[in-house]
């Protein structure tokens, strides 16, 4: 009965510092409008509020004293950092849009370079792409219009 008390209050000891060290994997949290950036881009002056709501979907928030205002929220949590907001504000005047407001696609320069160094890319080099060849380069590869052989044609 001891050994049972004393693996039992072990492990609630174990369970509790790793907790405590931060060990214990939490999840990003988004919460709120998922919108895309195509779509956003779409939106014009002069577009009814009906347009709109196929366009981006139902907003988070319609202020009930305000019908010609609708706020498109979300929020990012990640690990052990601080919570990010981002809006877009859409203003209508006799149920069609006038201004569109907001930061919800505003991305931090330095964030996306170290993203882009998590996932071993550098946009510098990836921009020369496959423009850049020489006329050495040029092979025939052997696709479909390539007229190349394959093992196929040598067994003939």
């Given at each position: 009965?001891?050994?049972?008390?004393?693996?039992?209050?072990?492990?609630?000891?174990?369970?509790?510092?790793?907790?405590?060290?931060?060990?214990?994997?939490?999840?990003?949290v988004q919460?709120?409008?998922?919108?895309?950036?195509?779509?956003?881009?779409?939106?014009?002056?002069?577009?009814?509020?009906?347009?709109?709501?196929?366009?981006?979907?139902?907003?988070?928030?319609?202020?009930?004293?305000?019908?010609?205002?609708?706020?498109?929220v979300s929020?990012?949590?990640?690990?052990?950092?601080?919570?990010?907001?981002?809006?877009?504000?859409?203003?209508?005047?006799?149920?069609?849009?006038?201004?569109?407001?907001?930061?919800?696609?505003?991305?931090?320069?330095?964030?996306?370079?170290?993203?882009?160094?998590?996932?071993?890319?550098?946009?510098?080099?990836?921009?020369?792409?496959?423009?850049?060849?020489?006329?050495?380069?040029?092979?025939?590869?052997?696709?479909?219009?390539?007229?190349?052989?394959?093992?196929?044609?040598?067994?003939?």
């Amino acid at each position: 009965m001891q050994k049972l008390l004393i693996r039992t209050l072990g492990m609630a000891l174990l369970a509790t510092a790793s907790a405590g060290c931060g060990l214990v994997y939490t999840p990003d949290v988004q919460q709120g409008n998922l919108l895309d950036k195509k779509n956003v881009d779409q939106l014009q002056p002069g577009m009814t509020k009906r347009q709109v709501l196929v366009l981006l979907g139902t907003p988070s928030v319609i202020s009930p004293f305000d019908n010609d205002r609708w706020d498109y929220v979300s929020t990012f949590s990640h690990r052990g950092k601080p919570m990010t907001t981002r809006t877009l504000t859409l203003t209508f005047n006799n149920d069609t849009l006038v201004k569109t407001e907001g930061d919800f696609f505003k991305q931090d320069a330095q964030q996306l370079l170290e993203d882009s160094k998590k996932y071993k890319s550098n946009p510098i080099d990836d921009a020369k792409g496959d423009k850049n060849t020489s006329a050495n380069d040029k092979k025939d590869d052997g696709g479909i219009f390539g007229g190349g052989s394959s093992s196929d044609d040598d067994k003939k």
